[in-house]
């Protein structure tokens, strides 16, 4: 079924929120899946993959944290949409022609919606560069090289971010990216659940008039 990019970013949203992740982020994560959407990419498909395979973990473990010039995670993969918003607070770095390199991260391409805002924040056109995937981005439509399964990547060992010269072919997006599965929507709805807090005996009996109103 085909959903509006209101929709989609609004369930991303209190998906990710009911996920753990504070609101400022959760709202990064929604606006990043609609991102992906908009250009065509299977954002909810990925943001369903990485809360599942989060879910429970400290946000120490997934944070990232500089060593020899890389960032990296504590324990095991990054997460994009944490790391996605450091890659936003040092976009005048890559004004500045310094590249960001990254260490293992969970979906590579989450981190684009991220990168082609900093590129627009810097004034600069970038690229965001894995394993078999490249997107080169300024603030608009992306131009995009590599397979699905290259783009579409559970994880990567290394990414770059640096800035580039190089035109951008743009893709032309299509309406599969607004494309939502049973399966996905019952996930993203039941992270989304969690955001609501449990009925009560107060709250219950707060519900309705507790007289006539005539």
């Not at 324990?75 to 918003?85: D, E, H, N, R, T």
Request: negative net charge; proline residues 5%; charged residues 20%.
């Amino acid at each position: 079924m085909i959903y509006s990019l209101n929709e989609i970013e609004a369930l991303a949203r209190k998906a990710a929120r009911g996920s753990g992740l504070s609101w400022g982020l959760a709202e990064e994560a929604g606006k990043a899946v609609r991102w992906l959407c908009a250009n065509g990419f299977q954002g909810t498909e990925l943001l369903t993959k990485l809360l599942s395979a989060n879910d429970g973990k400290p946000y120490s473990d997934l944070a990232p944290q500089q060593i020899d010039d890389v960032w990296r995670a504590r324990s095991g993969m990054l997460c994009p949409i944490i790391l996605g918003a450091l890659i936003c607070d040092r976009a005048d770095e890559l004004g500045r022609g310094e590249p960001i390199k990254v260490g293992e991260v969970a979906m590579p391409l989450m981190l684009a919606p991220f990168a082609s805002h900093a590129a627009r924040s810097a004034g600069v056109t970038v690229t965001l560069e894995w394993q078999g995937a490249k997107l080169t981005l300024d603030g608009g439509a992306p131009g995009v090289q590599g397979d699905e399964a290259a783009l579409h990547a559970a994880r990567t060992t290394s990414v770059t971010l640096s800035q580039t010269d190089a035109a951008i072919f743009r893709s032309v997006p299509t309406e599969r990216g607004r494309q939502l599965t049973p399966e996905i929507l019952k996930t993203l709805e039941a992270f989304a659940q969690r955001t609501y807090a449990p009925a009560t005996e107060a709250s219950r009996a707060g519900a309705g008039a507790e007289t006539d109103d005539d």
